[in-house]
Nanobody, 122 residues
Framework: QVQLVESGGGLVQAGDSLRLSCAAS????????VGWFRQAPGKEREFVAA????????YYADSVKGRFTISRDNAKNTVYLQMNSLKPEDTAVYYC???????????????WGQGTQVTVSS
């Protein structure tokens, strides 16, 4: 099992940057692929980005490609989501999730953090 805790959210203006962190417990974090998802009020949870167990492969939603970067430091048991050129439509609660294999559907992941709020004002 793995426990996940997100941090780094906040209120920013359009065009600003934020870096989210997903800290994991456990000594086997490198066995897990990690994804970032987000959920805006009244909307379904949607895929944002994912990284393979080693970090060698990354995947992005079209809406964030070129603006967001996912990375991981297995020595620190942490996955990051660097978000640049933020837009008001990026406003959501951001969740990290982990499982043995990555995917773009929330149902692919068994382990979830509690989420961190990101609000982008225009």
């Amino acid at each position: 099992q793995v426990q996940l805790v997100e941090s780094g959210g906040g209120l920013v203006q359009a065009g600003d940057s934020l870096r989210l962190s997903c800290a994991a417990s456990g000594r086997t974090f490198s066995r897990y692929a990690v994804g970032w998802f987000r959920q805006a009020p009244g909307k379904e949870r949607e895929f944002v980005a994912a990284t393979s167990r080693s970090g060698g492969s990354t995947y992005y939603a079209d809406s964030v490609k070129g603006r967001f970067t996912i990375s991981r430091d297995n020595a620190k048991n942490t996955v990051y989501l660097q978000m640049n050129s933020l837009k008001p439509e990026d406003t959501a609660v951001y969740y990290c999730a982990a499982d043995l294999n990555s995917g773009t559907y929330p149902t692919r992941y068994n382990y979830w953090g509690q989420g961190t709020q990101v609000t982008v004002s225009s």
